[in-house]
Every structure is written in structure tokens, then in C-alpha cells.
């Protein structure tokens, strides 16, 4: 039986990724593609480090589940559904399983080793590069990086982060900048930072899928590749709510709601480089922090406020909790230490804060905003 192998790397962890099914480690390499550096690797050369093994066979995945549910077992929500959790103590070894998915998991966190056992390719491969990332992001905090809720974009290394709660344009910032001024995009909800021996603020992605508005879409240019894409047969993330897909393939361009939440475009992180030609990056240094609110029919401007950063402008555990730490990959709070938090929060203080008023015209909000990096 052939077996393939996808390495991801990042500052100095990695873990590598093993299936026989070749559609689940191509699911990885494209999720994490050039932000994490993936790359094919001869599965002989897999043998330390951690590792998630990924396989998809019905009657191993019935006996996995079954010996959960005869053992003594609690139940939680991960990812949004039902999760069977049997923990053997004494053999170092967590035993899980999501009935909903026809998903089973055995981990092993002093081996660095986790199993994934499925029914079909692709739930098997979503949930191997989630549970990827999470081995990485134990092993970033572990060494001292923490989690920022900000959008990211490189230019010559130097990475501007903005901030804000829900809404406060946080994407489409980002997204205009990489769009109308070829920074790099490095990450649009989140990112890792870990202050560096120069005294300067290192600056990781955290791969993700995209939710993008159909508006912001539309506002940018994409609307129409998207419908020609879905058209000839290509798929945008399988999170997507199936009304998005009609509402792109119908060419209806206005937002879409139910109870009150927006339902966006999932978009690939590769589908940013071969649909929209959109640059990615790496990594870079902290150069600068926008504060930017919304106003419709505002020239984007400089404002007095003044906007500093704040426990909510940090991931924790608590703000993790669709993906708690039940198979202790991370072992740390989910968004680092405490310690890391505030080292981070000092050293982000130092750099220029920018409060900004912004209006719909992106491309415009996109000219102030490079204009304002530039300075920083």
C-alpha cells in the first residue's frame, strides 16, 4: 500500500501529516500551502516528531468507537458536534469519538502521535488538518508565542496588525491592502507573536479558511472569478452554507443574513494565490497597529481617539473553546501563557497606534492605509 506524507513547518515546530489517502494529505498541503511552508515528504523520513496519522476504514473506525463507549467516558462539544471521550491514565492514551462525523481519534500526547480513523476522504481530511494545527499551536506556545485576534499583511517584513471586534473590518482591511498594494497576506482573524532578541515582535500565520461577505467580494473584484470558478466545477470550502454557493452561481451580489449573522464565501487559503492572485506571506516583524471603524460614507482618516490593546484583543482558551484541548496537544491555555501574553502586550505597546475612520470605498481606504503603514 503506497503512503503519503506532507511536512508542515513554522519558526521552529513542524509536524507531519500521514495518510494512505492521498485526497487527505493533498487536503493539508493545500490548507496550509506556503503560510506553513507544506511540503511532500517521503513517509520513511516521518519516523520522530509528531505526527497525525490519518486512515480511512470503516471497521477501524467502529472498533475505535465501540471501545469508547464501553469504557467509562465523558462527553463534550468539539468542532460543534458531540464528542465520546475515554481517557486510559495508565497507558498514556485518549480515546475519542464524534458519531456525527463518523469520526474516531486516538491520541497519544507523550508519543507526539495522533490517530484519525473515518468512514469517508473527506470529513477524515478536514478533521486531520484541524487537528494538525492544533499539534502546531502546541508546540508554538509551548515555545513562547502567543495568539492575537488581528488581521495581517506583510510589506519588506515589516507587518501591519489590525485590531477590532467583530465587524470592525478587521478582513477587509487586510484584504484591500494585499489586493490594491501587494502586501502579503499573512493571516485575517488571527496570528502568532513571540517577541524576538532585537527587541522587535515575530509574527506567524495561522492558516484558515476566509469568510468573506458576498458585498466585500463583490467590492474587490472577485465576485465574478468566484461564479466562474464554481461554474467549471471548482468548490470553495465545504463549511460553506450551500445558499452562498446559489446565491454566487445566480450572480446575486448582496449580502446575505440569517438571524442577524452574515453567511459568507469559505475560500481556501490557496484559493487566494490561484483565484485572486493575492500574495501570501510567512512571516515578519510587528511594525504597526490599526484601530479602524466603519462608517458609511466616511473619507478614511486619522482619528484623536486613542485605542490601546486589550484582554479581548488576545486568544485564550476561553475564546477557543470550539476546539478544546481534549486531547492535549496543546497543554498550555489556548492562546499561550500568561506570561507570553504580556510579554507580548509590552512589546506591542512600543509600536505606532493608528485609530482610523474608514468608508466603503475600499480602494480608497486602501490608499490611506498603505500611505499610513508607510509612516509607520
Request: glycine residues 8%; negative net charge; contains cysteine.
Amino acid at each position: 500500500m503506497t503512503t503519503h506524507a506532507v511536512r508542515l513547518e513554522t519558526a521552529d515546530a513542524a509536524v507531519t501529516v500521514i495518510s494512505a489517502e492521498r485526497a487527505v494529505t493533498d487536503w493539508s498541503a493545500r490548507y496550509f500551502g506556503p503560510w506553513w511552508k507544506a511540503a511532500e515528504v517521503r513517509p520513511e523520513s516521518a519516523c520522530t516528531g509528531p505526527l497525525v496519522i490519518a486512515e480511512v476504514n470503516p471497521e477501524t473506525y467502529a472498533d475505535t468507537a465501540l471501545a469508547v463507549t464501553k469504557a467509562r467516558h465523558t462527553s463534550t462539544t468539539y468542532a460543534k458536534a458531540q464528542m465520546l471521550l475515554a481517557n486510559d491514565l495508565d497507558a498514556g492514551v485518549i480515546r475519542g469519538v464524534c458519531p456525527e462525523e463518523a469520526l474516531a481519534y486516538r491520541s497519544e500526547p507523550d508519543a507526539a502521535s495522533l490517530l484519525i480513523f473515518g468512514c469517508d476522504p473527506e470529513p477524515v481530511a478536514i478533521a486531520t488538518a484541524r487537528l494538525a494545527r492544533e499539534v502546531m499551536r502546541g508546540m508554538l506556545l509551548r515555545d513562547g508565542w502567543s495568539v492575537l485576534h488581528a488581521s495581517a499583511v506583510v510589506q519588506d517584513g515589516r507587518v501591519v496588525l489590525t485590531f477590532g471586534r467583530k465587524g470592525a473590518g478587521k478582513t477587509t482591511t487586510a484584504l484591500a491592502l494585499a489586493h490594491w498594494h501587494g502586501f502579503g497576506l499573512l493571516a485575517n482573524d488571527r496570528v502568532f507573536v513571540r517577541p524576538n532578541d532585537g527587541g522587535g515582535m515575530d509574527v506567524l500565520p495561522w492558516p484558515s479558511a476566509a469568510a468573506i461577505g458576498l458585498g466585500l467580494l463583490d467590492a474587490l473584484g472577485w465576485f465574478d472569478v468566484a461564479r466562474e470558478r464554481l461554474a467549471g466545477g471548482e468548490a470553495l470550502h465545504p463549511t460553506q452554507d450551500k445558499r452562498v454557493t446559489e446565491a454566487l452561481l445566480a450572480g446575486l451580489r448582496e449580502p446575505l443574513w440569517e438571524d442577524s449573522k452574515e453567511l459568507k464565501v469559505q475560500v481556501f487559503p490557496d484559493q487566494f494565490v490561484r483565484w485572486f492572485s493575492l500574495p501570501l506571506a510567512t512571516d515578519g516583524e510587528a511594525a504597526a497597529l490599526i484601530f479602524p471603524r466603519i462608517e458609511a460614507g466616511a473619507a478614511p482618516a486619522s482619528e484623536q481617539r486613542s485605542r490601546s490593546l486589550g484582554e479581548h484583543d488576545f486568544m485564550s482558551g476561553k475564546t477557543e473553546d470550539r476546539y478544546p484541548d481534549v486531547f492535549e496537544l496543546a497543554r498550555v491555555d489556548g492562546g499561550g501563557t500568561a506570561e507570553s501574553r504580556q510579554e507580548a502586550a509590552r512589546c506591542l505597546a512600543a509600536l505606532p497606534h493608528h485609530s482610523v475612520v474608514l468608508g466603503h470605498d475600499l480602494a480608497a481606504n486602501a490608499d490611506f492605509l498603505a500611505k499610513l503603514a508607510g509612516s509607520a
